[in-house]
């Protein structure tokens, strides 16, 4: 099984709305990701999680709140968003964060987000 | 800086010809390169990868050559279908994290 699912698959959402964005991945991966793609652009890379810790947060603002409850799920809390927010996110996990083994990192479908 | 880009933004071909998508990359230092296929309105599903200590990996209907010279990587795909139609993505490892950094995307076109 190399699924990551993520909820729900689109969101519409005011300025003033809290809501979250949910992934999850049953693969054992100890490294997860979340990632922000514009239209007709390449993803990129928004916080990184290893081993349940937060190792990475590429300077994003934090209306964006990233969770790691435990090693199989990955939250994205939202609040008070800009309509610049809108955007795909994508959750992606990969078998080791370290220097050794796999770095292939697998994607969930992405939450379509839309900020009013 | 380090960046990772791609030499076409669009690429159409017939099908069953073969295709060809071209990425380079700016830091010598990197030591693994991913591609990925992305359909509209799907996430980046892996097609194939490469470590730096190879020049060429072969998949299904699918080669990565990676050129470390010349800092260049090419997705080769066989007899092109339909269903191969979508946005290319190249990736090269940012960190020991293990966190991608994604040059700009080709779409691939395949005309019947």
């Known amino acids: 099984d190399t699924e990551v699912t993520q909820t729900p698959k689109h969101l519409v959402m005011g300025m003033t709305n809290k809501k979250s964005l949910k992934c999850e991945q049953h693969?054992?991966?100890?490294?997860m990701y979340w990632y922000k793609q514009k239209a007709k652009k390449p993803p990129e890379l928004m916080f990184v999680?290893?081993?349940?810790?937060?190792?990475i947060n590429e300077s994003v603002p934090s209306r964006f709140s990233p969770e790691c409850p435990n090693s199989s799920l990955l939250n994205l809390h939202l609040h008070a968003l800009q309509p610049e927010d809108s955007a795909l996110y994508l959750c992606?996990?990969?078998?080791?964060?370290?220097?050794?083994?796999?770095?292939?990192?697998?994607f969930g479908p992405g939450t379509r987000l839309t900020v009013t | 800086g380090e960046s990772v880009g791609l030499h076409l933004p669009t690429l159409s071909v017939q099908e069953g010809d073969n295709s060809i998508i071209n990425c380079a990359y700016s830091?010598?230092?990197?030591?693994?390169f991913i591609w990925y296929k992305q359909e509209s309105g799907k996430g980046p599903q892996f097609i194939i990868d490469?470590?730096?200590?190879?020049d060429k990996r072969q998949g299904q209907r699918v080669t990565v050559l990676l050129n470390k010279t010349v800092k260049h990587l090419s997705l080769q795909i066989a007899a092109t279908q339909p269903g191969d139609s979508a946005v290319y993505f190249c990736?090269?490892?940012?960190?020991?994290?293990?966190?991608?950094?994604f040059g700009k995307g080709t779409k691939l076109s395949v005309k019947p």
């Open positions: 992606a996990s990969s078998l080791s964060p370290g220097t050794s083994g796999s770095y292939e990192q697998y």
């Open positions: 693969m054992g991966h100890r490294a």
């Open positions: 999680y290893s081993y349940e810790k937060l190792s």
């Open positions: 830091n010598s230092a990197s030591d693994y």
């Open positions: 490469i470590r730096s200590n190879m």
């Open positions: 990736a090269e490892r940012g960190g020991s994290q293990g966190n991608l950094i």
